[in-house]
């Protein structure tokens, strides 16, 4: 009887060598390479994140020509594509750079409102925030920020006026948003900014130079996508 169960360990030994299995693995628990290995694919999130949105430029309808008194202007409103970049220097603190183009319509009213359409301007205002994310919220992440902005106006035209130059010009940005993740890389969002935007501008009416200030401080409402890298 020992002789059987001899040759009965023997030959499952000689099994589970052929099967590339050692004892010493029967006696391991199963469960732990696997949640070793599962462990190993937890991934840092990368700091760089994207957005695309459908941004509204709504205008403050406010402005002046130098020396004539009871002037004012308005300008039309516009929607159009948005592209923002992000860089997270933790989970709570990024920078953003937005990125769009738009155009205007500037109108005389008041004292001026016979000129009607003075003139259209096209307009990028790339604009650089500081944000702080709120990351306690899980899938929800609202963001407050506050930065710079860079006016440039470039392929002005006219109407009624003779000659239009708008100048480039600085302004302040405060920002108020939010990310609501779907999965670890795509969300949709949320974003309201307020530029503080009033640029001086020539313009020239009937062989008259005339100088003045188009106080424009715009809202910028957007929606769109967001996706972490």
């Known amino acids: 009887m020992t002789n059987v169960r001899l040759v009965a360990a023997q030959g499952a030994s000689a099994l589970m060598v052929l099967m590339g299995v050692s004892p010493e693995a029967l006696a391991a628990d199963p469960v732990q390479p696997f949640i070793a290995q599962d462990q190993r694919t937890v991934e840092t999130p990368s700091p760089w994140q994207i957005r695309i949105r459908a941004l509204g430029v709504k205008t403050n309808d406010s402005g002046y020509v130098g020396g004539i008194a009871g002037s004012n202007l308005s300008y039309s409103d516009t929607v159009t594509p948005e592209?923002?970049?992000?860089?997270?220097?933790?989970?709570?603190?990024?920078?953003?750079?937005?990125?769009?183009?738009?155009?205007?319509?500037?109108?005389?009213?008041?004292?001026?409102?016979?000129?009607?359409?003075?003139?259209?301007?096209?307009?990028?205002?790339?604009?650089?925030?500081?944000?702080?994310?709120?990351?306690?919220?899980?899938?929800?992440?609202?963001?407050?920020?506050?930065?710079?902005?860079?006016?440039?106006?470039?392929?002005?035209?006219?109407?009624?006026?003779?000659?239009?130059?708008?100048?480039?010009?600085?302004?302040?940005?405060?920002?108020?948003?939010?990310?609501?993740?779907?999965?670890?890389?795509?969300?949709?969002?949320?974003?309201?900014?307020?530029?503080?935007?009033?640029?001086?501008?020539?313009?020239?009416?009937a062989g008259t130079d005339l100088r003045g200030k188009a106080k424009l401080d715009p809202w910028l409402i957007g929606a769109g996508l967001a996706y972490r890298f």
């Not at 937005?98 to 205002?125: E, F, H, M, Q, Y």
């Not at 919220?137 to 963001?143: K, L, N, T, V």
């Open 83 to 205: 592209f923002d970049i992000s860089y997270f220097f933790t989970e709570t603190i990024a920078a953003e750079l937005i990125l769009a183009t738009t155009s205007a319509k500037v109108d005389g009213t008041g004292a001026i409102g016979p000129l009607g359409n003075v003139g259209k301007v096209w307009v990028l205002p790339p604009t650089l925030t500081l944000q702080y994310h709120v990351s306690r919220f899980g899938a929800f992440r609202p963001y407050v920020g506050a930065g710079l902005n860079y006016t440039v106006f470039y392929n002005q035209s006219v109407g009624s006026a003779d000659a239009l130059h708008v100048k480039n010009t600085f302004g302040a940005a405060l920002q108020v948003g939010f990310d609501y993740m779907l999965d670890r890389h795509w969300g949709v969002n949320f974003d309201v900014k307020k530029l503080f935007l009033q640029p001086d501008f020539t313009v020239k009416v």
